[in-house]
């Protein structure tokens, strides 16, 4: 009968299989069900790949700013990218539309990332602690004047003798940023340096805030600051926290272009002295938009960060009501004047220059055996890159 077949195919089945005889009457009554695969769609390319290949010439020429400022620097570049590239009414549009997000993903195969270790040489200054303040709190200034300056060292692998340092300072409401160079860390020199950086703001200068370094801590910048009413004060020792502003731009606006290597000559310290007065400062502070946080919100153990607008730091200080209107009328004349991918171009000559003219310094080490080796500290070719 029907009941007795199906009892012998299901014996041999628990014998062949090893199967308990329930579960294999559940096997036999539940056939496996063959998987559907699903067709994927495939995503149309909105973005052409001349608009893509433009994108990364504007990415490379403006210094490899990140997305959020690479789309707020584009309608700034367009003009001049214009006569530089065949630019369609169709490309034009895609660079405009495109997202930060969408430019993240393009980029990302360009991106290469190098980190190396910061060699630092701030020494504490023992004068005038007790008459200069600690700041400590958060800045909330709506008046342009009040600056973070700190100071690069340029000394390579070792910070013996003189070398080059660069005298960082960046606005906290605008955050335009002026640099120069010094040959090591006299307190005249450096003063001089902050005069010169004072003469040439478009603002007046209401505040200087520093770290603990001899350079700053003196007699000289305390009589500098009480005659000309400056606000001068210092950060906590060892907290460079306090300094987060100056900190960031010590990074971007200095060590990111002139690398590790040790610059110790006059003919150098003219070099940079000569780019960071014109070309770098006008192409940091006309062509580069930067960001300012707004607020930090605690959401559980997540901490989420809102920042404005990108704009470049001459925007922001045509929004301003306590400017020089001279000197402001001279900036956008001239920043109107000024090619980007020309003024880019320059940089990197000027730079190439600085490079070669760069301290070969070699110094001689011993290892745990004796046996000396020697260090040769070679100038890198290319020190132009984005994290």
């Keep these: 009968s029907i009941r007795q077949a199906k009892k012998k195919i299901l014996d041999e089945f628990c014998n062949v299989c090893n199967y308990n005889r329930k579960y294999a009457i559940w096997l036999l009554n539940n056939p496996l069900k063959e998987k559907k695969f699903k067709s994927t769609r495939k995503r149309i390319f909105i973005y052409s790949q001349e608009t893509i290949s433009i994108l990364e010439s504007i990415w490379e020429a403006s210094g490899y700013l990140w997305s959020q400022r690479l789309k707020a620097a584009l309608p700034l570049w367009l003009p001049w990218a214009k006569q530089k590239f065949n630019i369609t009414p169709k490309i034009e549009k895609q660079l405009i539309s495109i997202s930060s997000a969408q430019i993240d993903r393009r980029l990302r195969n360009k991106k290469n990332r190098k980190k190396k270790k910061i060699y630092g040489t701030t020494r504490p200054g023992t004068l005038l602690k007790h008459n200069i303040q600690i700041k400590t709190d958060n800045w909330d200034v709506n008046t342009p004047g009040f600056m973070e300056i700190d100071t690069v060292s340029h000394s390579g692998p070792s910070a013996e003798g003189d070398f080059i340092l660069s ?18 860390k006299g307190q005249i020199l450096t003063l001089d340096a902050i005069e010169d950086i004072k003469s040439s703001l478009p603002f007046i200068l209401r505040g200087i805030d520093s770290d603990n370094g001899s350079e700053f801590i003196n007699h000289h910048l305390k009589r500098f600051c009480d005659n000309n009413k400056i606000q001068f004060t210092r950060s906590r020792p060892y907290k460079k926290d306090d300094n987060a502003h100056i ?44 960001v300012k946080l707004l607020e930090k919100i605690h959401i559980g153990s997540k901490l989420k960060r809102v920042y404005d607008k990108p704009i470049t730091p001459l925007q922001r200080v045509c929004k301003c009501k306590n400017v020089n209107p001279v000197k402001i009328a001279e900036l956008k004349k001239l920043s109107l004047s000024l090619n980007p991918f020309e003024l880019s171009i320059t940089i990197d000559k000027k730079l190439s220059k600085i490079y070669d003219a760069a ?21 890198p070719s290319n020190l132009w890159l984005d994290s």
């Design 247 to 290: 900190e960031q731009k010590n990074w971007t606006h200095v060590r990111k272009i002139f690398g590790y290597v040790r610059y110790d000559t006059k003919f150098v310290l003219n070099l940079m002295n000569d780019l960071y007065r014109n070309e770098l400062c006008w192409f940091q502070n006309f062509f580069q938009p930067s």
């Design 167 to 184: 005298l960082n300072c960046t606005d906290i409401h605008t955050t335009w940023t002026e640099t120069r160079a010094v040959m090591g």
């Design 359 to 379: 301290s070969k310094y070699r110094k001689i080490y011993k290892n745990f055996k004796s046996e000396p080796y020697v260090v040769n500290n070679s100038v």
